[in-house]
């Protein structure tokens, strides 16, 4: 029972920042309906860019700052000039996820190429301890915490109260009607990559300050549980993403202190294919045609 | 409610998605040898009926009978290796194999077709794939399609799909087909020729069940005229009584 | 020519057949019968196993200086390891395939698969009892050694046509599923499965069957490539591996067993063999990195300018009737169907 509760802990922190990764996924898949697989290496990416500014002695804000911008600008200009391009050719699903594994070894391969296979940290003033409720928690990851809870609030108002916002549910809701409404325009398709981007930035720079030392593989190893995060929550659905992001969190830390630390990955693994055999929501069609039939 | 006679019996057919209910209490008769309509409004559920029939489906309720065995609840395949072929109302055409091959992959008890078979080579298979292209060729200049023989599927018309459709529905040799608006988004004369076509069919004896919007349409080729409104019969006969009948006017008028 | 060049030729012959080999049992489950076995490489992992096992003997216990543990053992002759090799890879795919092959999209499908992959990883990894774990099974004796006394160069060429026999008779097999109308089938299943089932095809089973025979042959080509190179660990065959393969079969021509053999011969081989001879230059692993970039972004142009590949699936085509030949009758539906 005694590691159970510090282990509660390392959940909550862990699904702190599954639910930035998580939300930029999911409206990321909601809105464009890609399975963006390189997603995971566009956060090590970003944490590669605030270690580059903490490096320069820089504070760590500004390396959250700049992790968020780069992840925000590097994913419209992959959408951009990238993915839609083979959308628009006709690419079929199955061709896309190719597409998006080869973007992710392209990208993985770069920071080997530049930073090489070393182990990395972001220069930080060492972080305090702070205990509650029998868990144990860095000052650090007590920011985590927040920034997360931050991020969930903005998307949150964003989602509720602005055009923009609307626009995006309208899209992940019903792509077809959203387009031919005039709703999904490229704009609003370019801002949804720019704040998932975002997200995704921000989500592999907390990702690198939770794990202290990093290398290339280290957002595409977090990849697998982000994905369940998403498919669990529902494609497309924030706040179910959000939920689903405590759920694998905290269940993955209490296996690795039931179980053993390997298994940490395994939670995701099998929630991740339990989901998509058996209730993928609405994916798995009952009609054989593969659309509702209503006459 | 068995007829002696019918082909196909549904009885008391239910099919619901969520709360909605599409197909709510269908009973219905297919009789042998002639094309038998399925009409009503949009919304009666007819789709979901034929889907049903087929296998597509499962119904939440009812029994399905053919030839006096209960089909009801079979899977789409063993649905049709009784004999009973559909067509889909969205052309379903093999993309990437040509007009011939779609023809070919059709025809039934074919050799070469089980694993073990296709060990035993050519010369096991072959003789019998040559008439069946041979078949199949005769269809192709029956519907005027033979110049299309080696066209990838895929590449076709609108309206050539939607006869390769039906071709490949009759290359399967069925006991009784099941045609879902088999001239939907297809232009007037092409839609006349395959009426013509439907007439010799049935004339030669071939059953038939069709979804057809056009009352124009169904009054040419169909008798009887089976009336679905709401997900239940209301009316079923000849054109003549049917469209004397009190209720199909007020489904039509009100659906 | 001189030793060595026989040496590095013969090698990279035998690399260049195990993986047409993988690719023709790719290019069956993925080219003709459509299904996106994204876990591929675990197939092959498998038969690797499987094969070194049954050419080790039994674990020796560390106790009496044995230093890998693993399941099982025997000391086959070959090619019994091989022939088991690819049964343990059609086995594996035919649990694999009740779970894994479903009316998924299929990009669902491609993670599904790649998560498996992943999974059989981590087990591998840390069972270490099963097949001693991230440090993998070495000292496989190789074939035929102590039958045949020849110069290692001998021996190397023995193993080119060991591997050559094989192909053969692989291609027989995916070449007869693929011109014969069961091929026929399968590709109608996969270009579409509800016509398909309408059309009396046993679907799910027809899959399987592609699925089971891809696994067969993938379990096969690891079986020849564990017995060559007489060692194999989990880093042998992690998930990118699976992207390898993809690539090549997409580069070489999906759905066409020529095409795909070209695709095996441009991507692991060329490509991956080419920067062997680009001198040292960077960090370690730099030249690695490039290589994988190389990969990704010849799998973008590729799919970009020749989706359908080098060699594209063949139309075929049927001959004219034969003079004399019956005309089948066209109508009415057969009596008692």
């Known amino acids: 029972m005694s590691t159970l509760v510090p282990a509660i802990g390392f959940g909550i922190v862990t699904a702190s920042i599954l639910a930035v990764a998580g939300v930029g996924f999911t409206l990321q898949f909601g809105v464009t309906n890609i399975l963006n697989l390189a997603y995971g290496d566009i956060m090590t990416a970003a944490a590669f860019v605030a270690y580059l500014v903490t490096s320069a002695g820089l504070s760590v804000w500004l390396a959250l700052a700049a992790g968020a911008a780069f992840g925000s600008v590097f994913s419209v200009l992959l959408n951009r000039f990238v993915y839609t391009p083979f959308v628009r050719r006709g690419t079929r699903l199955f061709g896309m996820i190719i597409v998006t594994i080869a973007v992710s070894l392209i990208i993985q391969n770069s920071l080997l190429a530049i930073f090489g296979a070393n182990f990395f940290s972001l220069q930080m003033p060492r972080p305090a301890s702070v205990t509650t409720a029998g868990m144990v928690f860095t000052t650090a990851q007590l920011g985590i915490i927040g920034i997360a809870i931050a991020a969930m609030l903005a998307i949150h108002l964003l989602l509720r109260y602005t055009k923009l916002g609307k626009a995006m549910r309208a899209t992940a809701t019903d792509p077809e009607l959203a387009r031919s409404c005039g709703i999904a325009t490229d704009r609003v398709i370019d801002l949804a990559w720019a704040i998932s981007g975002a997200l995704c930035g921000l989500a592999g720079v907390i990702l690198v300050i939770n794990v202290t030392s990093f290398t290339d593989t280290t957002g595409a190893q977090f990849l697998i549980p982000i994905v369940a995060v998403a498919v669990l929550g529902g494609i497309g659905q924030p706040y179910g993403a959000m939920l689903a992001a405590l759920v694998i969190g905290i269940a993955s830390e209490l296996a690795a202190a039931i179980f053993s630390p390997e298994y940490k990955d395994v939670v995701a693994f099998v929630i991740l294919v339990a989901v998509l055999i058996a209730r993928p929501q609405g994916i798995l069609s009952e009609v054989a045609t593969g659309k509702e039939v209503a006459a | ?255 | ?337």
Not at chain 3, 24 to 32: A, D, E, I
Not at chain 3, 221 to 229: Q, R, T
Not at chain 3, 234 to 245: A, D, H, I, R
């Open chain 2, 1 to 255: 409610m068995s007829e002696t006679g019918a082909l196909l019996t549904v009885t008391d057919l239910h099919r619901q998605f969520g709360g909605v209910h599409a197909v709510n209490g269908a009973s219905f008769h297919v009789p042998p040898g002639r094309i038998t309509g399925l009409i009503g409004p949009n919304g009666a559920g007819k789709s979901t009926a034929l889907n049903v029939i087929a296998g597509a489906l499962k119904p939440t309720a009812g029994k399905i009978s053919y030839r006096d065995q209960d089909i009801t609840g079979l899977p789409s395949y063993k649905v049709a290796r009784r004999g009973i072929i559909r067509t889909f109302q969205i052309s379903s055409e093999f993309a990437k194999l040509t007009v011939l091959e779609n023809l070919l992959v059709a025809a039934p008890g074919q050799r070469g077709e089980a694993l073990w078979q296709a060990a035993l080579g050519k010369r096991y298979w072959r003789p019998q794939e040559r008439a069946m292209v041979q078949r199949a060729r005769q269809l192709l200049a029956r519907f005027d399609m033979s110049a299309k023989e080696d066209e990838y599927a895929g590449n076709l018309s609108g309206g050539q799909k939607r006869l390769l459709e039906l071709m490949r529905g009759l290359m399967a040799d069925p006991a009784l087909l099941l045609l879902d608006e088999p001239m939907a988004g297809v232009n007037p004369s092409l839609a006349r020729r395959i009426e013509r076509h439907l007439l010799d069919l049935s004339g030669a004896g071939l059953t038939m069940l069709m979804i057809e919007h056009e009352l124009a349409v169904v009054e040419r080729l169909c008798d009887p005229v089976i009336v679905m409104a709401q997900g239940r019969v209301i009316s079923q006969g000849t054109m003549a009584e049917v469209r004397a009948d009190r209720e199909v006017l007020d489904a039509y008028l009100i659906g």
């Open chain 3, 1 to 337: 020519m001189s030793v060595a060049w026989q040496f590095y030729i013969s090698t990279v012959l035998v690399y260049l057949g195990v993986d047409v080999i993988a690719c023709w049992g790719l290019n069956l489950q993925f080219g003709v019968a459509g299904l996106i076995n994204f876990a591929f490489i675990i197939f092959q992992a498998a038969g690797a196993y499987t094969a070194a096992v049954l050419t080790l003997g039994p674990a020796i216990p560390a106790a009496k200086g044995g230093f890998q543990q693993y399941v099982g053992g025997a000391h086959w002759p070959f090619p019994l390891p091989i022939l088991a090799a690819g049964v343990v890879g059609g086995l594996l795919a035919l649990l694999v395939g009740s779970f894994g092959i479903r009316r998924l999209r299929s990009d669902y499908e491609a993670m599904v698969m790649l998560v498996v992959s992943l999974i059989a990883t981590s087990v591998v990894t840390n069972q270490v009892g099963l097949v001693n774990g991230p440090n993998g099974l070495a000292l496989v004796p190789k074939p035929l050694a102590s039958i045949v006394s020849l110069s290692p160069i001998g021996y190397q060429w023995l193993f080119v046509g060991i591997t050559a026999g094989v192909c053969v008779c692989v291609y027989w097999l995916v070449h007869i599923v693929t011109s014969s109308p069961l091929g026929r089938t399968l590709r109608a299943v996969r270009d579409n499965e509800h016509a398909a089932a309408a059309l009396g095809k046993n679907v799910t089973g027809l899959r399987m069957i592609a699925f089971v025979l891809g696994g067969v042959i993938a379990g096969i080509s690891g079986a020849i490539l564990v017995e060559f190179i007489s060692a194999w660990s989990p880093g042998s065959w992690l998930y990118p591996e699976t992207f390898v393969y993809f690539t090549a079969v997409i580069v070489g021509g999906l759905g066409n067993n020529l095409g795909v053999m070209v695709g095996a011969l441009l991507v692991p081989v060329v490509f991956l063999e080419a920067t062997r001879f680009i001198p040292q230059f960077g960090p370690p692993g730099f030249i690695d990195a490039l290589q994988w970039i190389v990969v990704g972004v010849l799998a973008l142009v590729f799919l970009w300018f020749w989706p359908r590949g080098v060699i594209p699936e063949r139309r075929r085509r049927f001959p004219p009737a034969a003079e004399g030949e019956e005309a089948q009758p066209l109508m009415p539906a057969k009596a008692g169907r």
